[in-house]
């Protein structure tokens, strides 16, 4: 039976096939919209490193002034200061590994100046920095802890850098010019696609850093930091943040992300407790003015709060919605236009006994059949809708992205093309529904009397 109503429906879609053809364009047109917005947040909220995600930990504590606003927001949270930086790097905490790391810039030139200098984006962390986060190098490795501690002019370097001072080429052993300051390149990265930048706390999808280089080192030759002072250091501030690194290292100016690898919920439990105890010890010696307010956040929960609050990708994505909506409320007007020519054969055919869901079953074959072309349509059209607003973003951006930055973000997979298609056939059934129940329950005696 289910052959039999196959077979009508594939041949029932040549009555009225404009109508078919711009069913079929209505429900494309408008998942490639929603499928598109969807997709973009869909990417956005990936978790970076997911296998590891509930391990990876930031620490963040509140040392502002009393007369501070309120935090309504995490992303809100100052980052560490020096001195809390130094402390928690060197305490006694077993079973977890620590690191942390800060943003600066400068500009890069190759030693012998056959290239235009590029002004770049620089992190200056720690030696585990590459092993914590997974970075993929396609030539060399990151720096030792030795060269942590000596501050040895060791630098590691993006594959896009590499390619613009060396042509792509095996650049380790090579040297290169951090302002005016020769340092050997030690490693060069992969292309690294995670979702997104999380490991700055800017949780971006924009490019990744150009150059990575030791704390120490990035502190010797004084390159800028981005920093935030309170009232006591306001004043200082600039200085601080060019020039003072002595200043700076003493001061209550935060510019430091910290992050702890912690095993077992077990560990996090007892490093929550040495943050309490840490900070209330802090307190005695006229630091941490404010409540207590120190948090232990892992990458999960991180992004999770992160998301909970209404963004502009939550309106478009309401917005798409709502136009797909239209566009299904269309389709009903279309497919009963398009089947109310059919009542008088439907009738006949009830005469002569078939059964009301024989009939029905065909028709709906047939929509789904359809609402599976207009799906396929929209994963079509939503590819380029993708493109469209990658280049979009990258306008804004003034070009300062490039394409292979960005794309990861732009991309469908096999989630969201599943997802589109059974939106769209699951959808246009729906609403098809009540026009094919309408025909199907067209009364056979008025019709036969009719014809």
């Excluded at 040549?14 to 499928?35: E, H, Q, S, Y």
């Excluded at 999770?304 to 797909?324: C, E, K």
């Amino acid at each position: 039976m289910f052959i039999y109503s196959l077979k009508l429906a594939l041949a029932n879609l040549k009555n009225r096939p404009d109508l078919t053809i711009l069913t079929i364009a209505l429900v494309g047109i408008g998942l490639a919209l929603l499928t598109t917005m969807t997709t973009m947040s869909h990417q956005s909220s990936k978790i970076p490193l997911m296998h590891k995600s509930e391990k990876l930990h930031t620490i963040l504590l509140d040392s502002r002034d009393t007369n501070a606003r309120e935090i309504n927001s995490i992303r809100r949270m100052p980052r560490l200061t020096y001195i809390d930086a130094e402390n928690f790097l060197n305490a006694d905490t077993p079973n977890m590994e620590k690191t942390y790391l800060w943003k600066t810039n400068a500009f890069l030139n190759d030693a012998e100046s056959k290239s235009t200098p590029r002004q770049v984006r620089i992190m200056a962390g720690q030696s585990n920095f590459f092993t914590l986060f997974e970075i993929p190098f396609l030539y060399g490795q990151g720096w030792s802890s030795e060269d942590d501690a000596n501050a040895s002019q060791s630098v590691v370097i993006s594959h896009e850098m590499n390619q613009h001072f060396f042509g792509g080429e095996n650049s380790v052993g090579k040297t290169i010019q951090i302002n005016s300051t020769p340092m050997t390149i030690v490693g060069v990265t992969a292309h690294w696609t995670l979702p997104s930048r999380f490991y700055d706390l800017s949780f971006g999808t924009h490019p990744f850093d150009d150059v990575y280089l030791p704390s120490t080192l990035a502190l010797n030759i004084e390159l800028p930091r981005r920093i935030r002072c309170w009232d006591k250091d306001n004043a200082v501030r600039r200085s601080f943040a060019l020039e003072d690194v002595a200043g700076l290292k003493a001061s209550e100016c935060t510019w430091i992300n910290m992050w702890a690898q912690i095993e077992n919920p077990t560990d996090v439990t007892n490093y929550k407790s040495f943050l309490d105890q840490y900070v209330n010890e802090q307190k005695s010696f006229g630091r941490f003015p404010r409540e207590a307010n120190n948090l232990l956040v892992n990458v999960e929960n991180f992004m999770l709060r992160m998301n909970a609050g209404f963004n502009n990708d939550s309106v478009m994505t309401i917005l798409s919605w709502l136009f797909f909506a239209v566009c299904l409320v269309n389709t009903i007007g279309i497919l009963l236009a398009k089947y109310m020519g059919k009542v008088p054969e439907i009738a006949l055919r009830r005469a002569l006994g078939a059964k009301k869901k024989v009939i029905l079953s065909q028709y709906m074959i047939e929509i789904g059949f359809i609402s599976f072309l207009g799906g396929l349509l929209g994963v079509f059209l939503s590819h380029f809708g993708l493109i469209g607003m990658m280049y979009m973003r990258i306008y804004q951006s003034d070009y300062s992205f490039t394409v292979a930055a960005i794309e990861h973000g732009y991309q469908l997979d096999w989630v969201m093309i599943i997802q589109a298609l059974l939106i769209a056939v699951g959808s246009t059934l729906a609403v098809s529904l009540l026009p094919v129940w309408k025909i199907c329950n067209t009364p056979p005696a008025g019709q036969l009397k009719a014809q």
